[in-house]
């Protein structure tokens, strides 16, 4: 035994180390409180409608319930640990950063920065949805998009930015100040037709670096967000089907979905609380 542990490089006791497990020894793994069956059925309701939530959402989506039926709120270290007991907990799958990013996207303040990218959804007979969009860097509001069975071009980034333009300050067709549009550099962006309307409207476009898609990780991590939590968990079996859903989506990422950056609030809770 010396010498095996001399080959190994450890300790002669490692070897003799039987590990005992908690259960063996008649300790649950888990302290448990008498209340936290009836949590776990209110966490239940919640994974069923939005099963990709990790613990810090579903928190904010019971208490949420329990606010409007009067009860106290619960800690999200409680949910945590009983989402984990009953291995309701999602795998951590967070990819390590090649290199640091130290740029800031995000603004204090609304209608400073808005950002645009486009994503394609496939539909399970084989369709494809090009879907292009607008979010404001501040209150992360997806408030304009524009979708086609066809890949996008330019005409339809000018009409998104008519789109965004309206959502903000309606039918003047014109931003009150010079507000940076912020895009990745495809050729539906940099058109000359784009930049033009974006001048008449005041919207100074501006592009990410070459081969930074982080440059705009706002749009990014939307796009992430719609395919994660809607996308997937829904039966897109054709185009026809995913643009009557699609008002659904970006409805509920505005006014119901809960955003670690606002708080865990939704983006319209968010412009509510704040009142800029």
């Given at each position: 035994?010396?010498?095996?542990?001399?080959?190994?490089?450890?300790?002669?006791?490692s070897?003799?180390?039987?590990?005992?497990?908690?259960?063996?020894?008649?300790?649950?793994?888990?302290?448990?409180?008498?209340?936290?069956?009836?949590?776990?059925?209110?966490?239940?309701?919640?994974?069923?409608?939005?099963?990709?939530?990790?613990?810090?959402?579903?928190?904010?989506?019971?208490n949420?319930?329990?606010?409007?039926?009067?009860?106290?709120?619960?800690?999200?270290?409680?949910?945590?640990?009983?989402?984990?007991?009953?291995?309701?907990?999602?795998?951590q799958?967070?990819?390590?950063?090649?290199?640091?990013?130290?740029?800031?996207?995000?603004?204090?303040?609304?209608?400073l920065?808005?950002?645009?990218?486009?994503?394609?959804?496939?539909?399970?007979n084989?369709?494809?949805?090009?879907?292009?969009?607008?979010?404001?860097?501040c209150?992360?509001e997806?408030?304009?998009?524009?979708?086609?069975?066809?890949?996008?071009?330019?005409?339809?980034?000018?009409?998104?930015?008519i789109?965004?333009?309206?959502?903000?300050?309606?039918?003047?067709l014109?931003?009150?100040?010079?507000?940076?549009?912020?895009?990745?550099?495809?050729?539906?962006?940099?058109?000359?037709?784009?930049?033009?309307?974006?001048?008449?409207?005041?919207l100074?476009?501006?592009?990410?670096?070459?081969y930074s898609p982080?440059?705009?990780?706002?749009?990014?991590?939307?796009v992430?967000?719609?395919?994660?939590?809607?996308?997937?968990?829904?039966?897109?079996?054709?185009?026809?089907?995913?643009?009557?859903?699609?008002?659904?989506?970006?409805?509920?990422?505005?006014?119901?979905?809960?955003?670690?950056?606002?708080?865990m609030k939704?983006?319209?809770e968010?412009?509510?609380?704040?009142?800029?």
């Amino acid at each position: 035994m010396t010498h095996i542990a001399e080959v190994f490089d450890v300790s002669r006791s490692s070897l003799y180390y039987e590990p005992v497990s908690q259960e063996e020894i008649g300790m649950p793994r888990f302290y448990q409180k008498s209340e936290d069956q009836i949590i776990l059925e209110e966490i239940k309701a919640i994974i069923a409608l939005r099963s990709t939530y990790g613990y810090r959402r579903v928190t904010t989506m019971v208490n949420r319930q329990r606010a409007l039926e009067g009860r106290n709120k619960i800690n999200r270290k409680r949910v945590q640990r009983i989402m984990r007991m009953n291995g309701l907990s999602l795998p951590q799958t967070m990819p390590q950063q090649k290199r640091p990013h130290t740029g800031v996207v995000m603004t204090m303040f609304p209608n400073l920065r808005w950002c645009s990218d486009g994503m394609e959804i496939r539909c399970f007979n084989g369709d494809k949805v090009f879907v292009a969009f607008a979010l404001d860097c501040c209150d992360r509001e997806a408030f304009a998009y524009v979708a086609r069975t066809e890949p996008l071009s330019a005409y339809d980034i000018e009409e998104l930015m008519i789109k965004a333009v309206e959502a903000r300050f309606g039918e003047s067709l014109r931003c009150p100040r010079e507000i940076q549009w912020l895009s990745d550099r495809g050729s539906i962006y940099r058109a000359k037709s784009v930049k033009d309307l974006g001048r008449e409207l005041n919207l100074h476009c501006c592009y990410t670096r070459a081969y930074s898609p982080e440059s705009n990780g706002i749009a990014e991590a939307f796009v992430k967000t719609i395919k994660r939590d809607y996308v997937y968990q829904a039966d897109c079996d054709s185009s026809e089907t995913v643009l009557k859903l699609l008002p659904q989506w970006f409805a509920d990422y505005n006014n119901v979905a809960p955003h670690s950056v606002l708080g865990m609030k939704s983006p319209v809770e968010y412009k509510e609380s704040v009142n800029f």
